[in-house]
């Protein structure tokens, strides 16, 4: 997950091989949605992330967790303002069978 907290811009990527390939992903997601000092917020593998946003915009907090819950939570803990900052992304990479 690649955030520029200046612009709010954001980009994600999912079900990627390799980290690299997941961080190029986000980092070109987020340029494309107007972001110009994009950065890797969060990277994570078998759990969830989310981002959350103040609703008067800038100000975002990120986080990942074992579970949506918790990832949510620690999301809007990051955001530093829990009453007013709002969920605007989460999702959970799908498990990797290990044999």
Wanted: include cysteine; glycine fraction near 8%; aromatic fraction near 2%.
């Amino acid at each position: 997950m690649a955030l520029d907290a200046s612009t709010g811009s954001a980009g994600v990527s999912t079900d990627m091989k390799t980290q690299a390939e997941a961080k190029r992903e986000a980092l070109d997601q987020c340029r494309e949605n107007r972001g110009q000092a994009c950065a890797i917020s969060v990277a994570y593998r078998n759990q969830c992330a989310a981002v959350a946003q103040r609703s008067t915009g800038g100000v975002m907090g990120s986080a990942s967790g074992p579970t949506l819950e918790v990832a949510k939570a620690a999301a809007k803990e990051e955001c530093g303002d829990t009453a007013s900052c709002q969920i605007v992304y989460s999702a959970c990479s799908l498990a990797e069978r290990v044999d």
